[in-house]
């Protein structure tokens, strides 16, 4: 069996922000291969990440961004179960990705929950007004996918990265869960403001 040192259960511990038990024990299992070991951690930190969703994430950054003509800015509150996770590369670039979508696509709600009942009726009954020309059969089905494309223009979470060549297409949700799982924690989008001179 390869042995395990301090220095490699660092490395794997900056790669994939497991704790020092996860990773020493990942290296174990993976017979001391690197990349063996960060597969290895990524499954269970899924498996974990689904766990630590109910615990609370009260670690985190705040990050910001700025255009470069001075004129928007956003400020966005990500968070963790750990400040371990919270000081993590990966962790505060995601932080970062997000500062920058919200800038470039100005979003209204983190998440579906925020968005009050009165907005969604409204824009509803706009929805089937407009497919009153359709057959009744289709009309529930043409106003619900109106819905559901006006929910990603106004929900983060929904959207998918502005940056979409070097995300893959991946929305927000889905670099969030990703990162979760990578980290082992609950990574939270918190809120965010976003501020624009003279709007």
Known sequence: MAEIT??????LRDRTGIGMMDAK???QEAGGDMEKAVEIARIKGADKGAK???REATEGVVASYIHS???LGVLVEVNCNTDFVARNQDFREFAQEVALHIA??????VHEDEI???????ELAIFEEQAADKPENVRPKIAEGKMRKRLEEVVLLHQEHVNAEKHGGKTIEQLRTDLSAK?????????FERFQVGA
Do not use: Q
């Open 6 to 11: 301090a220095k490699d259960v660092k490395a």
């Open 52 to 54: 630590l969703s109910d």
């Open 104 to 109: 470039a696509l100005g979003p209204d709600y």
């Open 25 to 27: 024990g990942a290296l």
């Open 69 to 71: 003509t001075g004129k």
């Open 183 to 191: 980290t082992g924690e609950n990574v939270v989008i918190r809120r």
């Open 116 to 122: 009050p009942e009165d907005w969604r009726a409204k």
